[in-house]
């Protein structure tokens, strides 16, 4: 079968993959479609450390076509996005309901797949990007089958990172103000959860100013080319200031821009040894800086959640789509989204 293999080189879009039939408490996917998403970027540049060689992809949606012993909440045929949060469901952060902090979620890649005799690691305990991949029973949610499958890709990161980080880390609240820095895939997706939430006040900056007219069909009340604006339009500073981009200069402009009792969201994804710096005297007015991994999402029920919302016309993914691409096309879809020409870029078989 196809896929996408990173040899710790370079890419290939490959045709020879297999992959083992499900064991117990598993289930294989035929993927449908795949969205391109900056932290697959960032395993080929280096600025996410990943053993190699690796089947590449995270954000995929498809249909089951076999289970293992012991699933019983999908069955083959049914469509179901997938998460990456391979999570033990039985330990005191699972219990907690707080499955993005399970110890055996993070750092355990597995090796699913084979290559010419050669086991190949499993990235981000998923790997859409090769025509069936194979999960643990609760990274695939059930979906309606109505739900484009190409559309419903973009739940299992984009939409549960940046939503999720306003509904679930956040919890912005109706009347909020909110400043967003960067508008890829991330930044539109915490916009249009700042919009569901209710905040008052959406300040998008992004340095390109074409990406303007997206940020506000999202919900962006305001558009800047630059944080400079901010204060004009926030003058007290924002409840809270989300950095979708990765930069450590970012990261303090976002939380210079807070309010009192204000928030900052990290979101975005530096090298691993970035280091930021801010100023500790402005932080005594209860403001926080706050990590977020994966949205700190519940994917059994927030993808669901997100897709009946999407039913509902009031949780945006057609428009998340803004270019396809034959999965043999990976090279022009991987140029077009480190060039910021997409805001995401799917991947179809």
Known sequence: ?????????????????????????????????????????????????????????HEGAGVVEAVGAGVGHVAPGDHVALSTLANCGACAQCDRGRPTMCRKAIGM???????????????AANSAFAERTLVKAVQAVKIPADVPLTSAALIGCGVLTGVGAVLNR??????????VIGTGGIGLNV??????????????????????????????????????????????????A???VGR??????????????????????????????????????????????????????DIALYAELYREGRLLLDELVTATYPVEDFAKAAEDAHQGRVARGVLVF
């Not at 290939?12 to 294989?28: A, C, F, T």
């Not at 007219?213 to 924002?238: E, K, N, W």
């Open 170 to 179: 956040a919890k912005v609240d109706r009347g909020d103000t909110v400043v």
């Open 248 to 301: 450590t200069e970012l990261i303090r402009t976002a939380i210079d821009l807070l309010d009192r009792h204000g928030q900052a969201v990290l979101l975005g994804v530096p090298p691993a040894s970035a280091e930021a710096s801010f100023k500790v005297s402005t932080m005594y007015l209860d403001k926080s800086i706050l990590g977020c991994r994966y949205g700190s999402s519940r994917p059994q029920r």
């Open 191 to 240: 916009i249009q959860g700042a919009r569901i939430a209710g905040a008052l006040t959406i300040v998008a900056v992004d340095a390109n100013p074409a990406k303007e007219a997206v940020a506000r069909q999202f919900g962006a009340t305001h558009f800047l080319t630059s944080a400079d604006g901010v204060r004009g339009i926030l003058p007290d500073g924002a409840d809270h």
């Open 109 to 123: 890649p597995k090796k699913p797949f084979t290559r010419r005799g050669e086991r190949l690691y499993q990235f």
């Open 242 to 244: 989300f950095e979708c």
């Open 1 to 57: 079968m196809r896929g996408v293999v990173f040899d710790g080189e370079r890419t290939e879009v490959v045709d020879d993959l297999e992959i083992r039939d499900p064991g117990p408490g598993e289930v294989l996917v035929r993927v449908a479609a795949a969205g391109l998403c900056h932290s697959d970027l960032s395993v080929i540049d280096g600025t996410i450390p990943f053993p190699a060689p690796v089947v590449l992809g």
